[in-house]
Structure formats: C-alpha cells, structure tokens
C-alpha cells in the first residue's frame, strides 16, 4: 500500500534563484529546478522580494510573505506551473 504523505526525505532545505529559473534543494540532497516563467509572481519580483522566502507547511512548502506567493515541493516534483489569472 502506498502513501500519499510526503516523505520527511522530501522537505525544503534551500531555495536559490538564477536569472530563469528557481531551485529548491531538499533535505535528501536532490535539487529541483524551475523555469521562472512558471511563476510570474515571482519572475516579477525584485531579488530581495526572492530572497525572503520561509519554509511554511511543516518543510513542505516554501512561502514569500512579501508576494504572496506559495510553492509546494509536491507540486514542484510533478512540474506544475502557477494557475493562469
């Protein structure tokens, strides 16, 4: 039988931005990357809006108070772009 709690392996460690696109590093050593297109929030925001980012849903999510914006490494593992406004 399978689970669909994540797995504490899958928590976020680090989040780092290059000019395109988002990596988050997880606690088990994998790196998930992102192009910033995806989130147009964050695309639009300035690097200390970026840079401020809290882990948020027990290490399951990534949360910048600044933009409002929310990421889960779930949705980030199955390659899911923001919703279109």
């Given at each position: 039988?399978?689970?669909?709690?994540?797995?504490?392996?899958?928590?976020?460690?680090?989040?780092?931005?290059?000019?395109?696109?988002?990596?988050?590093?997880?606690?088990?050593?994998?790196?998930?990357s992102a192009p910033l297109d995806w989130y147009p929030r964050l695309r639009e925001a300035t690097k200390q809006q970026r840079d401020h980012w809290e882990i948020a849903g027990a290490g399951y999510g990534i949360?910048?108070?600044?933009i409002d914006e929310d990421l889960s490494v779930d949705g980030l593992l199955r390659g899911t772009p923001a919703p279109k406004l």
């Open positions: 039988m399978t689970s669909s709690v994540p797995s504490t392996a899958s928590r976020v460690q680090n989040v780092r931005f290059t000019e395109r696109a988002i990596i988050v590093y997880l606690e088990d050593g994998r790196a998930i949360h910048w108070p600044e």
